[in-house]
């Protein structure tokens, strides 16, 4: 594998890291090493194959982390990689909190990489769970079956923003802010637009 160039685009990023600024070093430099593209996708330093997004660096509060995109599909020999949370259907991580773990795994990461390439070429696909198979809150049920027009906007919506839409209702625990999330709502799936659309 070839040596791939920083990007100076995503220079400010590895700069104003207050938290985990070594270890977003030492991944850089690791992923780079795999012949990836480095750009900034969703504010983070993503690597690309031929424009298709593999992995993925990013910090939290108690770790940093590079995500694979397609995770779901590697075999995870090591059993190192991690769901964030039951909804995340495709991305899988790799969780560190010092420079020392990222060393001891290189050559374990290194692997991961390549074999999350390997994915990529060969085209494969994650199955994601269709809009269907998602929680509709029963506030939201009876929302459709009282407003027609709701139900005709929300059902022409995408698989993805519905599937959005429906996670974001079900995540309270109180009925009262269920509710109050889906009036909020309301405007924007008529307008036919998702979640985060703006």
């Known amino acids: 594998m070839t040596q791939s160039s920083t990007n100076p685009k995503v220079d ?9 600024q070594e270890e977003f070093e030492e991944l850089r430099a690791l992923v780079l090493d795999c012949g990836l593209t480095e750009e900034l996708k ?7 194959l031929q424009k298709a997004n593999i992995v993925l660096i990013h910090g939290f509060k108690d770790y940093a982390a590079l995500l694979f995109m397609k995770g779901a599909l590697l075999k995870d020999a090591k059993s190192i990689l991690v769901q964030q949370t039951e909804n995340v259907q495709a991305g899988r991580q790799i ?14 990461i290194k692997a991961y990489i390549k ?3 390997e994915v990529e070429k060969a085209g ?26 709701l139900r005709t ?11 959005g839409y429906l996670l974001h209702f079900s995540s309270p625990k109180q009925s009262k802010t269920r509710e109050a999330r889906i009036e909020k709502c309301i405007p924007q799936i008529l307008h036919g637009k998702g979640l985060e659309d703006r």
């Open 153 to 163: 906007a929300f059902y022409t919506l995408t698989p993805g923003r519905q599937r």
């Open 95 to 108: 969780r560190f909190t010092s420079v020392k773990e990222i060393v001891k795994l290189k050559a374990i």
């Open 42 to 48: 969703w504010g983070c330093p993503c690597y690309t």
């Open 12 to 20: 400010f990023y590895f700069s104003k890291a207050k938290k985990w």
């Open 115 to 117: 074999e999350a390439i």
């Open 124 to 149: 494969l696909k994650v199955e994601l769970k269709k809009p269907a198979e998602f929680k509709m809150v029963e506030e939201f049920q009876i929302m459709l079956r009282d407003m027609p027009e």
